[in-house]
T-cell receptor
Framework: GQQVMQIPQYQHVQEGEDFTTYCNSS?????IQWYKQRPGGHPVFLIQ???SGEVKKQKRLTFQFGEAKKNSSLHITATQTTDVGTYFC????????????WGLGTSLGVNP | GAGVSQSPSNKVTEKGKDVELRCDPI?????LYWYRQSLGQGLEFLIY????????KSGLPSDRFSAERTGGSVSTLTIQRTQQEDSAVYLC????????????FGPGTRLTVL
């Protein structure tokens, strides 16, 4: 079945360093979403990418959707302690628009 | 406006007992999802409701799990004869409609089966 893989599973960085998490799908996606879950909290929607090669920015966060619409990345510039949490990607299969397929998440720790 | 609410926030039960978990989606959202999240793990899809269509139950792990959505709004997830491996946080999410994608999550119900 369709799978969405996320790497790395965990990463710890020093405050101020950059961070990137990657999401790869076994099938072409119609869109991909990114969510952030703070420790003890619930996932909160960050952004959705729809177009091939799309790049979107939210302050220090940069999101990319691959040309083939099978991979995506989230890059955080100059991490802060408020960035701590788990970042999930979730993709919607191009042939099935009902159910998101979730990656397992990348857990980010930031040392002050 | 009000977000997705879930109750109870915490539930401790004994092995073999039945439990009911409730989700109130955002008003006007026609799509409702249940997920399970074990400690430190990703989201495991359980079931999806969209309007009056038959629910997608493909994620339910066993026939001990069932869910209803009455009147297209409130949903109840029922776990019968709970087992220790059912211990997890159960998250509910709603979205405006199928294909309108942003999912808004509730705070979850933490279920502990002793």
């Amino acid at each position: 079945g369709q799978q969405v893989m996320q790497i790395p599973q965990y990463q710890h960085v020093q405050e101020g360093e950059d961070f990137t998490t990657y999401c790869n799908s076994s099938t072409t996606l119609s869109n991909i979403q990114w969510y952030k879950q703070r420790p003890g909290g619930h996932p909160v929607f960050l952004i959705q990418l729809v177009k091939s090669g799309e790049v979107k920015k939210q302050k220090r966060l940069t999101f990319q959707f691959g040309e083939a619409k099978k991979n995506s990345s989230l890059h955080i510039t100059a991490t802060q302690t408020t960035d701590v949490g788990t970042y999930f990607c979730a993709g919607r299969n191009a042939g099935n628009n009902r159910k998101l397929i979730w990656g397992l998440g990348t857990s980010l720790g930031v040392n002050p | 406006g009000a977000g997705v609410s879930q109750s109870p926030s915490n539930k401790v039960t004994e092995k073999g007992k039945d439990v009911e978990l409730r989700c109130d989606p955002i008003s006007g959202h026609t799509a409702l999802y249940w997920y399970r999240q074990s400690l430190g793990q990703g989201l495991e899809f359980l079931i999806y409701f969209q309007g009056n269509s038959a629910p997608d139950k493909s994620g339910l792990p066993s026939d001990r799990f069932s869910a209803e959505r009455t009147g297209g709004s409130v949903s109840t997830l029922t776990i019968q004869r709970t087992q220790q491996e059912d211990s997890a946080v159960y998250l509910c999410a709603s979205s405006l409609a199928a294909g309108v994608d942003t999912q808004y999550f509730g705070p979850g119900t933490r279920l502990t089966v002793l």
